[in-house]
T-cell receptor, first 115, second 110 residues
Framework: DAMVIQNPRYQVTQFGKPVTLSCSQTLNHNVMYWYQQKSSQAPKLLFH???????NEADTPDNFQSRRPNTSFCFLDIRSPGLGDAAMYLCATSRSTEPSTDTQYFGPGTRLTVL | DAKTTQPNSMESNEEEPVHLPCNHSTISGTDYIHWYRQLPSQGPEYVIH???SNVNNRMASLAIAEDRKSSTLILHRATLRDAAVYYCILGQYNFNKFYFGSGTKLNVKP
């Protein structure tokens, strides 16, 4: 089945130690999104890629970066994780950047713990 | 940002219909109304979306008010597997934005 895959499902890192989360998709979608979801809160959009074009949300901290080496893969890099970055990180895809009409397909998420 | 307002939680009995309300008084003419749900320990999944007319699919129905300032997601026969957080979202045309509201946690009782 075509899907959005996130690895690992659970990640533990130390305060200040860089960490990378990965996402892959078999849907061949143009757009890939990264969301942060803290406990009991709604997902919050961090940034998205339309093909190779990177689009950052205005309030996304510089500590968060992303790479998309090809259509299938997208990475979330947290350069110096703080305790406040502990959260579920969700990857999603869509065919186009017209979210008013397009469906987003989400992966299962990676739960990040910062010690 | 377009905002949606939902009750924090609702409860339903199994096999009964559930009506989940959402207010979106600042909606513009080109904004679509989306509903997603998030089961425990999973990513959100698409439920339904619409613009002006009521919509039906295999999962649910979406009833949109005539002035579009509110909508209701209808689950026709709730099952225990429908227990989840349901998010009402406005898809803002030309803004590439997809902001989740706070969501309604649905509890389904056997």
């Amino acid at each position: 089945d075509a899907m959005v895959i996130q690895n690992p499902r659970y990640q533990v890192t130390q305060f200040g130690k860089p960490v990378t989360l990965s996402c892959s998709q078999t849907l061949n979608h143009n757009v890939m999104y990264w969301y942060q979801q803290k406990s009991s809160q709604a997902p919050k959009l961090l940034f998205h890629y339309y093909d190779k074009d990177f689009n950052n949300e205005a309030d996304t901290p510089d500590n968060f970066q992303s790479r998309r080496p090809n259509t299938s893969f997208c990475f979330l890099d947290i350069r110096s994780p703080g305790l406040g970055d502990a959260a579920m990180y969700l990857c999603a895809t869509s065919r186009s950047t017209e979210p008013s009409t397009d469906t987003q397909y989400f992966g299962p998420g990676t739960r990040l713990t910062v010690l | 940002d377009a905002k949606t307002t939902q009750p924090n939680s609702m409860e339903s009995n199994e096999e009964e219909p559930v009506h989940l309300p959402c207010n979106h008084s600042t909606i513009s003419g080109t904004d679509y109304i989306h509903w997603y749900r998030q089961l425990p320990s999973q990513g959100p999944e698409y439920v339904i979306h619409g613009l002006t007319s009521n919509v039906n699919n295999r999962m649910a129905s979406l009833a949109i008010a005539e002035d579009r300032k509110s909508s209701t997601l209808i689950l026709h026969r709730a099952t225990l597997r429908d227990a989840a957080v349901y998010y009402c979202i406005l898809g803002q045309y030309n803004f590439n934005k997809f902001y989740f509201g706070s969501g309604t946690k649905l509890n389904v009782k056997p």
